[in-house]
């Protein structure tokens, strides 16, 4: 992390109410960029509604968001995208019937002008797509291969570049990592470690400790709502991120039972 | 975990395919090897009856022409993932609508026919509209259509004509510019020379003695071409069809994306009303009346080619061309059959053998393509 | 690839099966195409069926029924131009509607196909497409016969149940039993569909919205059926005066138990089996009679019912 940096996300005291349910009391979080900045929290911690709140799907009731030092009021996702805020979700990120090339352009289709008419620039959207794909190290048989033939890892990844080429200041990436295997994994946190690297910030939720472990580099732990903290890389250990995560000392004996299995 | 570029590994589970299987496998495959199965069928069994001289291929032509004209806007509408089943009650509707205007109330025939284009697609733009809007299937909203555009064909012509057939667009449609768009015929003259050349058989008797018995290319087939070059064009070169395939792949994935789906949809519906207007509209320029049980079951048959075709039933996936030859299959097998001597009633058997030998062939192919499992 | 290939081919052959067999049953002799505008589910066909196919085997030539599926009149259009295509001796087809199919017909007498025309259509519209002669009944005299009748029984009021709507030819026989009478079609046609459940409900729906009405006038068995059901679903059986064209068994079974009154036979048969007949002597020996022939109207009544029972349905 570099001080020098003036965080790109501020979340101040967020609150969100639905009704008579107290989702978020007061949650604060800053985001650098080029960190990669974990979220981690149990189901029900509210964990979809700050993320949701960061991206424009739902208003706070209470609290301020800060978008590169000033305040931002997003009236919905669009908003935030053209802000440079990226979500990809868990699902609905690709069309598995579409060729690579056009999911990738998907809502951005670059254009080629023949006299009056305006053309798909295929030539052009092929060879961006190939290029960003063997960037993220994925080797395709060709653009045109359908996303239904890659993995999901390669799925999520594809994903990531795209919001990545279209530039994306804030990666959020929404438990991308939980209907994975070991392998496919591996390959998605190595792509989040390198878009880390080029200097754009990562919110990246999941309740695996080990997976944040692997490439966070500031832990922030929601429960009930509520934030307990913001860890530094290296002043935590897995363990300790546990208990924060479930809340207390039930898990320790729970733990115990188990064996340490957890 | 390193961060250096990972090496380009080949994943050793793909297995290498030849580059002839590449280009083999796409959408259109079942379309195309169907395409040639039938022709080398007919050209086996069917060759000296009269299918291949001029009349017989005019003939099989114009039948698949009219199905790639309505084929062509299903296919874009079953991409984007909807169906359309009002198609055929609007080729009776708009053609019985032309006759009223023209005949009954005496507008000349170019409004006539531009004031119904409108009026069919505002109605498949309000079918698309209550589609998008209520999010109820659009299966049931164009059935309900069917009915309601059905029974204004039986009901309009009798309260005014006492009658379900109107008649005499020919005699009011004679020497209109826009009437010869429909229903006219080009390159008569190239036909009249290969008659007198011989090349083509001639009439032996009757008032146009010596003329060839297929005199010109009517313009069914032209805007059948038109349509399928158009619908191509559109679906794979350039944005919009991008936005096609996204609707009807995952409209909410798409809408993710920033593509305007409920737009999408609902310009498709009017697309689908456009061709059943324009199949209606050369129908009644040919045949010079409009009849309230014209279409019938016009929307299964439109489905059907586009199933032939290879399009995905449930959307996002399919092809213009291969609907256009799922279209001349239907039609080249439906008239064929009788050139070859088969008894007609046999015919629907046929078309079903071929439906579910499509449809098998075609989802086998689009496995490969996408992975589906 | 081989696996795919292999599925093709194996796929194409059981497809094929059926046709070879059906193809190699071809006999020599002259070849005649029966064109017709009904659809697929109109039974009554079946005695034309029936006709020509005995016609066929009588004389030694070659006998086909072709129909549109839907009843769809311009793609009979197409089933008359692709007939001439394959080049028969004789076409014999209606002519339910002169503007659709004229040119079609006339395309196939100039190309040198002769042309009877069947069942609808007159003889001056025979006349004007150059076809040989008109095999039929007039389907309007028909009516104002059947109307003339009736009157003279004491009948003021009909229901007209036409099952056949965007027929032209259904609408004549109703407009014609009408102006028979002497009074207005005005309302007493309705639309009664194809389906029997329906058609009985709406003429019960009808007549119990009517109960005055004097007669009912069905227009061939799919109506007549189920307005036989309908009648003795609400007790008019026998007591309201009942009219019908065409015969079936059901009508001819009406017929005997008096609850028909009579039925107008325009005898399909003959429509079916004279124009073989005629055109197979016409190209064999160059005779042909000088007339059109009517087939039709004759009324059936309950005299002399044991030939049409026997062959109702069949060649009656």
């Known amino acids: 992390m570099n001080p020098e940096h003036a ?74 995208i053209s802000a440079g805020i990226a979500t990809v979700h868990q699902h609905l990120a690709m069309i598995p019937l579409m060729s690579v090339s056009r999911n990738f352009f998907m809502g951005n289709e670059p254009v080629k002008k023949v006299g009056p008419l305006n053309f798909f620039d295929h030539d052009y959207a092929n060879q961006v797509t190939m290029d960003e794909m063997s960037k993220m190290g994925i080797n395709l048989r060709g653009p045109d291969q359908a996303v239904g033939t890659l993995s999901g890892g390669e799925r999520q990844t594809v994903a990531i570049a795209r919001a990545v080429h279209f530039g994306a200041k804030v990666l959020i990436l929404d438990e991308p ?17 390198k878009v880390r690297k080029q200097g754009i910030a990562v919110v990246f939720i999941t309740h695996n400790v080990r997976h944040a472990m692997a490439v966070g580099d500031r832990f922030t732990v929601l429960n009930r709502g509520q934030t307990l903290g913001t860890a530094q890389r290296g002043q935590i250990t897995p363990e300790e991120l546990q208990d924060l995560m479930a809340g207390g000392q039930e898990l320790v004996a729970l733990e115990g039972s188990l064996g340490g299995t957890v | 975990m390193s961060n250096a570029p990972i090496p380009s590994v080949v994943d050793e589970r793909i297995k290498t395919r030849s580059r002839f299987r590449e280009a083999m496998i796409r959408p259109e495959l079942g379309g195309i090897v169907g395409t040639i199965a039938v022709f080398t069928f007919f050209l086996l069994f069917a060759f000296d009856s009269g299918m291949f001289n001029s009349q017989g291929i005019m003939n099989w032509s114009i039948v698949s022409a009219q199905f790639m004209i309505i084929a062509v806007g299903a296919c874009l509408l079953m991409i984007a993932g909807e169906f359309d089943l009002s198609v055929g009650s609007m080729i009776g509707f708009a053609g019985m609508l032309i006759a009223i205007f023209s005949v009954t109330m005496g507008w000349p025939v170019w409004m006539a026919i531009l004031v119904t284009f409108a009026i069919c697609i505002a109605i498949g733009g309000l079918n698309g509209f209550i589609v998008v809007r209520t999010g109820l299937p659009s299966f049931i909203v164009t059935l309900a259509f069917l009915f309601i555009l059905r029974g204004f064909a039986i009901f309009l012509p009798q309260q005014i004509e006492r009658k379900t057939i109107i008649g005499g667009i020919k005699d009011v449609a004679e020497g209109d ?9 080009i390159l008569g003259g190239m036909f009249n020379w290969l008659g007198d050349a011989g090349l083509i058989a001639t009439f032996e008797r009757g008032t146009r003695k010596g003329q060839p018995v297929v005199d010109g290319i009517p313009m069914l087939i032209i805007w059948a071409i038109i349509l399928v070059i158009l619908g191509h064009v559109l679906l794979t070169k350039t944005r919009f069809g991008n936005w096609i395939f996204a609707a009807g792949g995952d409209a909410e994935a798409a809408r993710n994306s920033g593509v305007p789906v409920n737009k999408v949809k609902v310009s498709m519906f009017m697309f689908t009303a456009f061709c059943a207007c324009v199949f209606a509209t050369c129908q009644v320029m040919e045949f010079g009346s409009a009849g309230s049980d014209r279409g019938l079951l016009k929307e299964f048959e439109a489905i059907i080619a586009v199933v032939i075709g290879g399009a995905l039933l449930t959307g996002g996936y399919g092809s213009v061309l291969g609907a ?47 992975g589906e499992r | ?60 030539v070659d006998v086909e029924y072709r129909n549109p599926p839907t009843g769809d009149l311009a793609d009979m259009a197409r089933i008359i131009e692709q007939a001439a295509a394959s080049g028969p001796n004789g076409i014999i087809t209606t002519l339910a509607d002169y503007d659709v199919l004229s040119g079609p017909i006339k395309a196939a007498v100039d190309s040198g196909v002769d042309v009877i025309i069947m069942n609808t259509g007159t003889p001056d519209q025979a006349r004007e497409v150059g076809a040989l002669m008109y095999v039929g009944q007039p389907e309007y005299d028909a009516g104002l016969a059947a109307g003339v009748r009736a009157k003279g029984d004491g009948v003021g009021s009909f229901l007209c149940v036409n099952h056949y709507i965007v027929q032209p030819s259904s609408q004549e026989r109703c407009q014609g039993f009408a102006d028979g009478l002497g009074i207005e079609l005005g309302d007493q046609m309705i639309d009664a569909g194809q389906d029997p459940a329906e058609i009985k409900n709406r003429v019960l729906a009808y007549l119990s919205a009517n109960p005055d009405t004097d007669a009912v006038l069905t227009l061939g068995p799919t109506s007549a059926d189920p307005t036989l059901l309908a009648l003795e679903e609400n007790g008019m059986a026998g007591d309201i005066y009942f009219g019908t064209f065409d015969l079936g068994g059901e009508i001819v079974k009406g017929i005997k138990s008096g609850v028909i009154q009579w039925g107008i036979d325009q005898q399909p048969f003959l429509q079916a089996y004279l124009p073989v007949v005629v055109m197979t002597n016409y190209h064999r020996y160059g005779v042909l009679p000088g007339n059109n022939i009517n087939s039709g109207p004759g009324f059936v009544t309950a005299d002399g019912l044991t030939k049409i029972e026997e062959y109702a349905g069949e060649y009656r």
């Open chain 1, 7 to 80: 965080p790109i996300i501020q979340m101040k005291n967020i609150e969100k109410h639905f009704g008579s349910v107290i989702a978020l009391a007061g949650v604060s979080l800053d985001v650098f960029p080029g960190e990669c900045h974990c979220l981690l929290g149990d189901n029900g911690a509210g964990k979809s509604t700050f993320i949701k709140t960061m991206s424009g799907v739902h208003q706070p009731t209470k609290g301020e968001i800060l978008f590169e030092g000033h305040p931002m009021h997003f009236a919905d996702p669009r908003d935030a």
């Open chain 1, 177 to 193: 990592t939980s209907a994975l295997g070991v392998r496919q994994t591996a390959n998605v946190l190595a792509t989040v470690a």
């Open chain 2, 177 to 185: 510019w826009l009437a010869a768009v429909f229903g006219g015929k």
């Open chain 2, 324 to 370: 256009a030859l799922g279209a001349l299959i239907f039609g080249v097998v439906q008239q064929g059959l009788f050139f070859a001597g088969v008894e007609s009633s046999l015919f629907r058997v046929f078309l079903g053998v071929i439906l579910l030998f499509a449809v098998i062939l075609n989802t086998y192919i689009r496995r490969i393509i996408t």
């Open chain 3, 1 to 60: 690839m081989t696996s795919l290939m292999k599925k093709l081919v194996l796929a194409s052959a059981v497809a094929a099966a059926p046709l070879m067999a059906a193809t190699s049953a071809y006999a020599d002799g002259e070849k005649y195409i029966l064109v017709s505008h009904a659809p697929d589910s109109d039974s009554w066909w079946n005695t034309i069926k029936n006709g020509i196919a005995l016609a066929g085997e009588q004389m030694g």
